[in-house]
């Protein structure tokens, strides 16, 4: 069997990389093919050297662009990569413009399409996401859904039939990182004076709060204001737009820095006192790493998270204040997402269904 992986942003590298293994391990042909969606190598090619991945076989290099700019370029140039190499499975990653390209170029030419992270739903129609993974899922063949409340979503829509738990993969990932990094405390947090939970970490890259210059203000104003120093990773969009807008990222209780290796990000968070972000990924790794999790978004994907009182949702100056400072949450052993072997669960469904 040979299956041909499209990932093109930095939380699918991180799904990728117990797919990779997985793969490997199963004796499957497996196709790397990068778009060049996330073209910083701190958000790319750093991912492959830190979990192992092997480099992509093709690199599409489309780089930024609005969505429909970005999604075309992506679309003109995989038709040619997946004749060429004539998979049995298209396995596409998550909710990106990376996503939902490869998933049409595939359901194009005819080749079944696997949809990995499938079900989730914001109800946002407002995310670009959330189109993307609307689409991606009636697109595919095969929806590989992490999460029972994920698959009850698909079974609404009437994608039962092809739809499948097979748990979350980035909880595969997130485990064995955590265990690797668990004895060693960050060098950028001695050099930045920052002491064991006497600091929150802070990711905010959304279009929806970085591009209105008020409502990133108003944000940033919130986080600057903590009774801890924030260490907020500057991922590329927010430090274009915090200049654009003349906002400065290093004021109040801010301390800014270059986007992290995906070890030194669970290493910070793991060690933080919580979390405040806008990022799907980064919700549910604090919630694996018992860390309380503030997410500056009216909704979320993870609902889980929520439901167990690790997360909480907050849009205003006040609610974020007041949601990142609240107490401690109870403890859970609850494990919504899988016990670390979702890698393995796809391959073999994968493989099931080329047989079939």
């Not at 992270?117 to 407002?126: D, K």
């Amino acid at each position: 069997m040979k299956v041909l992986s499209v990932v093109g942003a930095r939380p699918q590298f991180v799904k990728l990389a117990p797919i990779a293994r997985a793969a490997d391990a199963a004796g499957v042909e497996h196709v790397i093919v990068h778009t060049g969606q996330h073209y910083d190598p701190m958000l790319s090619d750093v991912f492959f050297d830190d979990l192992r991945i092997p480099a992509p076989d093709v690199h599409l290099g489309v780089g930024s662009g609005s969505h429909g700019v970005q999604t075309g370029a992506m679309l003109g140039a995989l038709d040619a990569v997946l004749s060429e190499h004539d998979p049995d499975w298209v396995l596409v990653y998550g909710d990106t413009n990376s996503t939902l390209a490869a998933a049409v170029s595939a359901v194009k030419l005819h080749y079944p399409v696997a949809h990995l992270e499938a079900g989730l739903r914001s109800f946002n129609r407002r995310m670009p996401e959330e189109h993307n993974r609307v689409l991606t899922d009636h697109a595919a063949d095969l929806c590989l859904a992490p999460t029972r409340v994920a698959l009850e979503h698909l079974a609404a829509e009437g994608l039962s039939e092809r739809s499948v738990v097979v748990g979350d993969v980035m909880t595969d990932v997130l485990l064995g990182v955590r265990d690797a990094v668990t004895d060693e405390f960050p060098q950028l947090l001695l050099d930045a004076g920052l002491r064991e939970h006497g600091y929150y970490l802070a990711t905010i890259h959304r279009a929806e709060n970085t591009d209105d210059p008020a409502r990133l203000r108003s944000i940033v104003e919130s986080l600057s204001g903590l009774d801890r120093p924030v260490l907020i990773v500057a991922h590329p969009r927010l430090v274009a737009k915090a200049a654009e807008h003349g906002i400065d990222l290093s004021t109040g209780t801010l301390v800014p820095h270059r986007p992290l290796r995906y070890p030194e990000l669970v290493s910070v968070a793991l060690r933080s006192a919580g979390v405040v972000t806008d990022s799907g990924g980064l919700q549910k790794e604090a919630f694996l790493l018992g860390v309380p999790c503030t997410t500056v978004r009216s909704e979320t994907e993870w609902v889980e998270t929520v439901e167990l009182g690790w997360n909480v949702l907050a849009e205003t100056h006040e609610a974020i204040a007041r949601a990142v400072q609240r107490p401690m949450p109870a403890p859970t052993d609850a494990q919504p997402y899988g016990d670390g072997r979702a890698a393995e669960r796809v391959i073999e469904v994968l493989l099931e269904g080329a047989r079939a």
